[in-house]
């Protein structure tokens, strides 16, 4: 068998694999999920059910990234008490109120979804 007959071989069974295998990948894949409150009786429901969970998937990110800054003022304290610019009464301070913002946080984002 020549070079030129294998390279063809596998030029075919590449094209064949490649007109099969988007649809075996597809058979796999899950369908849509309803949303956490229902569908509703009504489209409109179910876009107002949706846009709820999308709020509640903002509403997270925002408070990750509020957790993030904390960490982050907190490690930056941190690094401050060991070049002596700060004390460590100043890192506690920072988990106290860093504490106390993700608490408002959480009870604002709460507060927020309720009026939905």
Known sequence: M???NTIKSLVSAASVAMVLLPGLAAAALP???AP???EGTSWLQT???YG???F???GLFLLGGMMVGVASHAYGVYHDIHEGKKKWRDL???AVVGICLIGVGIFMVTKATGVL
Do not use: A, E, F
């Open 52 to 54: 709820y969970d999308g």
């Open 31 to 33: 369908g849509s999920q």
């Open 36 to 38: 956490t409150r229902g």
């Open 2 to 4: 020549s070079v030129q």
């Open 56 to 58: 509640m998937l903002l």
């Open 47 to 49: 876009i107002q059910n």
């Open 92 to 94: 506690g301070l920072t």
